[in-house]
């Protein structure tokens, strides 16, 4: 059994986007939920695979399969997301970001 077996799937989607390069806070935006859970599940990420760090854990992936990593394990794809402000993708991410920055507002 490799240390990736062990990961569960929210694990595996939240060090899938870490590879991707998006911050806790972008990778909250897309998995719906908040930084501090994403916290959670790289701290337990880690300690599953024996890394320290967000390129350690970026590096792991990258060499056991990379983007096709999660589909390799049975899971749906992730969306594609660009962190680089002014990409496509990120625009995205700021619709989102404003949106959830309205609902905290309560407009």
Known sequence: MQPRDRLTTKEIQVATLVW????????????GTSE??????LRTAFDKLGVWTRLELALY????GGSSWH?????????SVSPWPGSPESVGLSENKNKAAAAGRGT
């Open 61 to 64: 992936v990258a060499s056991h």
């Open 71 to 79: 589909l390799e394990l049975g899971l749906a794809p992730l969306p």
């Open 20 to 31: 991707q390069g998006l911050t806790n806070r972008d990778i909250a935006g897309v998995l």
């Open 36 to 41: 501090q859970v994403i916290k959670n599940y």
